[in-house]
Protein backbone atom coordinates (compact mmCIF):
# COMPACT_ATOMS: atom_id res chain seq x y z
CA UNK A 1 0.00 0.00 0.00
CA UNK A 2 0.95 3.50 -0.52
CA UNK A 3 1.58 5.87 1.82
CA UNK A 4 2.54 9.28 2.24
CA UNK A 5 3.42 10.83 5.47
CA UNK A 6 3.56 14.67 6.68
CA UNK A 7 4.47 14.78 10.29
CA UNK A 8 4.58 18.27 10.23
CA UNK A 9 0.84 19.83 11.03
CA UNK A 10 1.77 23.68 11.07
CA UNK A 11 4.75 25.55 10.40
CA UNK A 12 4.80 29.22 11.76
CA UNK A 13 7.94 31.11 10.58
CA UNK A 14 9.04 35.11 10.68
CA UNK A 15 9.66 36.40 7.04
CA UNK A 16 13.14 35.83 5.43
CA UNK A 17 13.82 32.94 7.32
CA UNK A 18 13.93 29.51 5.58
CA UNK A 19 11.40 26.49 6.46
CA UNK A 20 11.39 22.77 5.96
CA UNK A 21 8.39 20.43 4.85
CA UNK A 22 9.02 17.27 5.95
CA UNK A 23 7.54 13.93 3.31
CA UNK A 24 8.25 10.42 3.96
CA UNK A 25 6.33 7.98 1.63
CA UNK A 26 5.76 4.14 1.58
CA UNK A 27 5.71 2.05 -1.66
CA UNK A 28 6.47 -1.20 -3.32
CA UNK A 29 6.60 0.01 -6.40
CA UNK A 30 10.34 0.43 -7.79
CA UNK A 31 9.05 3.26 -10.80
CA UNK A 32 6.66 5.75 -8.79
CA UNK A 33 6.21 9.64 -8.79
CA UNK A 34 6.37 12.24 -6.02
CA UNK A 35 4.51 15.59 -6.38
CA UNK A 36 4.33 19.10 -4.52
CA UNK A 37 1.14 21.02 -4.09
CA UNK A 38 0.78 24.25 -2.86
CA UNK A 39 -3.23 25.36 -1.62
CA UNK A 40 -3.29 29.38 -0.76
CA UNK A 41 -6.62 30.62 0.95
CA UNK A 42 -8.28 30.65 -2.27
CA UNK A 43 -8.54 26.79 -2.06
CA UNK A 44 -7.08 25.86 -5.59
CA UNK A 45 -4.14 23.65 -5.38
CA UNK A 46 -1.04 24.67 -7.32
CA UNK A 47 1.01 22.12 -8.72
CA UNK A 48 5.09 22.76 -8.04
CA UNK A 49 6.64 19.58 -8.76
CA UNK A 50 6.98 16.22 -10.06
CA UNK A 51 9.95 13.68 -9.57
CA UNK A 52 10.23 10.38 -10.79
CA UNK A 53 11.94 7.49 -8.89
CA UNK A 54 14.98 7.50 -11.08
CA UNK A 55 15.84 10.75 -10.79
CA UNK A 56 17.33 11.41 -7.34
CA UNK A 57 18.74 14.83 -8.24
CA UNK A 58 17.72 17.68 -6.16
CA UNK A 59 16.10 20.19 -7.74
CA UNK A 60 16.03 24.22 -7.38
CA UNK A 61 13.62 26.75 -8.31
CA UNK A 62 14.09 30.15 -7.41
CA UNK A 63 14.00 30.30 -3.41
CA UNK A 64 12.06 26.41 -4.13
CA UNK A 65 14.61 23.61 -3.34
CA UNK A 66 13.56 19.79 -3.13
CA UNK A 67 15.99 17.03 -1.68
CA UNK A 68 14.60 13.57 -2.86
CA UNK A 69 16.37 10.69 -1.47
CA UNK A 70 15.20 7.57 -1.84
CA UNK A 71 17.51 6.10 1.21
CA UNK A 72 15.59 7.33 3.56
CA UNK A 73 12.30 7.93 1.56
CA UNK A 74 11.86 11.29 2.10
CA UNK A 75 11.20 14.57 -0.42
CA UNK A 76 11.58 17.26 1.30
CA UNK A 77 10.62 20.71 0.07
CA UNK A 78 12.24 23.97 1.42
CA UNK A 79 11.76 27.33 1.01
CA UNK A 80 14.27 29.73 1.63
CA UNK A 81 13.70 33.06 2.46
CA UNK A 82 10.37 32.64 3.27
CA UNK A 83 7.52 35.60 2.19
CA UNK A 84 3.80 36.18 3.51
CA UNK A 85 2.77 35.10 -0.01
CA UNK A 86 4.44 31.47 0.72
CA UNK A 87 1.89 31.20 3.50
CA UNK A 88 -0.61 28.28 2.19
CA UNK A 89 -1.04 24.36 2.93
CA UNK A 90 1.01 22.57 1.53
CA UNK A 91 0.81 18.28 0.27
CA UNK A 92 2.97 15.67 -0.66
CA UNK A 93 1.43 13.22 -3.12
CA UNK A 94 3.06 9.98 -4.45
CA UNK A 95 1.48 8.18 -7.34
CA UNK A 96 2.30 4.60 -8.82
CA UNK A 97 2.98 2.88 -11.58
CA UNK A 98 2.88 4.57 -15.24
CA UNK A 99 -0.17 6.10 -16.15
CA UNK A 100 -2.15 4.72 -13.52
CA UNK A 101 -3.55 8.27 -12.02
CA UNK A 102 -6.30 7.08 -9.60
CA UNK A 103 -3.62 5.46 -7.24
CA UNK A 104 -2.10 9.42 -6.40
CA UNK A 105 -2.16 9.28 -2.69
CA UNK A 106 -1.36 12.72 -0.57
CA UNK A 107 -0.54 13.30 2.73
CA UNK A 108 -2.37 15.57 5.07
CA UNK A 109 -0.34 18.37 4.44
CA UNK A 110 1.47 20.85 6.50
CA UNK A 111 -0.06 24.45 7.12
CA UNK A 112 2.40 26.94 6.73
CA UNK A 113 2.39 30.52 8.07
CA UNK A 114 4.90 33.07 7.39
CA UNK A 115 4.64 36.15 9.59
CA UNK A 116 5.51 39.58 8.45
CA UNK B 1 -3.95 28.39 -19.53
CA UNK B 2 -5.76 25.18 -17.49
CA UNK B 3 -8.90 26.28 -16.09
CA UNK B 4 -10.93 23.55 -13.82
CA UNK B 5 -14.22 25.37 -12.63
CA UNK B 6 -16.29 24.35 -10.03
CA UNK B 7 -20.00 25.71 -10.52
CA UNK B 8 -20.24 26.58 -6.56
CA UNK B 9 -17.75 27.93 -3.66
CA UNK B 10 -19.72 27.82 -1.32
CA UNK B 11 -22.92 25.32 -0.81
CA UNK B 12 -25.35 24.93 2.31
CA UNK B 13 -28.04 22.20 1.87
CA UNK B 14 -30.05 19.91 4.22
CA UNK B 15 -29.79 16.17 5.07
CA UNK B 16 -31.60 13.94 2.74
CA UNK B 17 -31.36 16.27 -0.31
CA UNK B 18 -29.95 14.79 -3.62
CA UNK B 19 -26.70 17.51 -4.25
CA UNK B 20 -24.98 18.08 -7.05
CA UNK B 21 -21.50 19.15 -7.37
CA UNK B 22 -20.00 19.91 -11.12
CA UNK B 23 -16.60 20.63 -12.59
CA UNK B 24 -15.72 21.97 -16.06
CA UNK B 25 -12.39 21.70 -17.20
CA UNK B 26 -11.11 23.33 -20.57
CA UNK B 27 -7.83 21.31 -21.43
CA UNK B 28 -9.47 18.22 -23.12
CA UNK B 29 -7.93 16.28 -20.25
CA UNK B 30 -9.01 12.46 -20.53
CA UNK B 31 -8.55 11.96 -16.75
CA UNK B 32 -11.30 13.95 -14.54
CA UNK B 33 -11.23 13.30 -10.71
CA UNK B 34 -13.38 13.97 -7.01
CA UNK B 35 -11.56 14.43 -4.08
CA UNK B 36 -12.45 15.56 -0.52
CA UNK B 37 -10.36 17.33 1.61
CA UNK B 38 -10.80 17.27 5.56
CA UNK B 39 -8.50 18.59 8.08
CA UNK B 40 -5.69 15.99 9.23
CA UNK B 41 -7.13 13.95 6.64
CA UNK B 42 -5.48 15.35 3.49
CA UNK B 43 -6.99 14.61 -0.04
CA UNK B 44 -9.09 11.42 -0.43
CA UNK B 45 -10.03 10.00 -3.95
CA UNK B 46 -13.90 9.70 -4.12
CA UNK B 47 -14.11 8.71 -7.60
CA UNK B 48 -12.24 9.05 -11.45
CA UNK B 49 -13.12 8.75 -14.77
CA UNK B 50 -10.71 8.11 -17.66
CA UNK B 51 -13.36 8.81 -20.37
CA UNK B 52 -16.85 9.86 -21.01
CA UNK B 53 -19.28 7.53 -19.24
CA UNK B 54 -16.47 5.59 -17.51
CA UNK B 55 -15.46 5.58 -13.94
CA UNK B 56 -13.58 3.99 -11.60
CA UNK B 57 -14.33 3.96 -7.56
CA UNK B 58 -11.87 5.90 -5.03
CA UNK B 59 -10.91 5.02 -1.22
CA UNK B 60 -14.50 6.81 -0.02
CA UNK B 61 -17.37 5.91 -3.19
CA UNK B 62 -19.90 5.08 -0.42
CA UNK B 63 -22.66 7.76 -0.68
CA UNK B 64 -21.36 9.30 -3.58
CA UNK B 65 -22.03 8.59 -7.30
CA UNK B 66 -20.42 10.74 -10.52
CA UNK B 67 -21.61 11.30 -13.99
CA UNK B 68 -19.50 12.28 -16.65
CA UNK B 69 -21.39 12.41 -20.20
CA UNK B 70 -19.09 15.02 -22.17
CA UNK B 71 -15.19 15.01 -22.31
CA UNK B 72 -15.12 18.30 -20.19
CA UNK B 73 -17.96 18.20 -17.57
CA UNK B 74 -17.51 15.79 -14.35
CA UNK B 75 -20.44 15.51 -11.93
CA UNK B 76 -20.34 14.36 -8.65
CA UNK B 77 -24.05 13.31 -6.75
CA UNK B 78 -24.52 12.83 -3.04
CA UNK B 79 -27.50 10.79 -3.58
CA UNK B 80 -28.87 11.74 0.14
CA UNK B 81 -27.13 14.05 2.14
CA UNK B 82 -25.66 13.81 5.23
CA UNK B 83 -23.65 15.56 7.87
CA UNK B 84 -20.22 13.43 7.97
CA UNK B 85 -20.49 14.24 4.04
CA UNK B 86 -19.61 18.37 5.22
CA UNK B 87 -16.39 18.57 3.70
CA UNK B 88 -14.80 20.46 0.83
CA UNK B 89 -15.18 19.30 -2.40
CA UNK B 90 -11.92 19.18 -5.24
CA UNK B 91 -12.13 18.43 -8.70
CA UNK B 92 -9.42 17.50 -10.71
CA UNK B 93 -8.31 17.15 -14.31
CA UNK B 94 -5.15 15.18 -15.72
CA UNK B 95 -4.08 14.45 -19.44
CA UNK B 96 -2.54 10.65 -19.98
CA UNK B 97 -0.06 9.68 -22.57
CA UNK B 98 3.33 10.94 -22.16
CA UNK B 99 5.92 9.37 -19.86
CA UNK B 100 4.58 9.38 -16.28
CA UNK B 101 1.88 10.07 -14.44
CA UNK B 102 1.21 13.67 -15.47
CA UNK B 103 0.04 16.63 -12.53
CA UNK B 104 -3.55 17.04 -11.77
CA UNK B 105 -5.20 20.62 -11.95
CA UNK B 106 -7.38 21.57 -9.87
CA UNK B 107 -10.52 23.58 -9.29
CA UNK B 108 -10.95 26.21 -6.47
CA UNK B 109 -13.35 23.50 -4.30
CA UNK B 110 -16.70 23.54 -3.11
CA UNK B 111 -17.43 24.08 0.47
CA UNK B 112 -19.93 21.92 0.97
CA UNK B 113 -22.54 22.44 4.68
CA UNK B 114 -25.03 19.77 5.26
CA UNK B 115 -27.66 21.07 7.99
Known amino acids: AQKVTQAQTEISVVEKEDVTLDCVYETRDTTYYLFWYKQPPSGELVFLIRRNSFDEQNEISGRYSWNFQKSTSSFNFTITASQVVDSAVYFCALSGALGDNNDMRFGAGTRLTVKP | DVKVTQSSRYLVKRTGEKVFLECVQDMDHENMFWYRQDPGLGLRLIYF???????EKGDIPEGYSVSREKKERFSLILESASTNQTSMYLC??????????????FGDGTRLSIL
Open chain 2, 92 to 105: ASSPIGGWGNQPQH
Open chain 2, 49 to 55: SYDVKMK
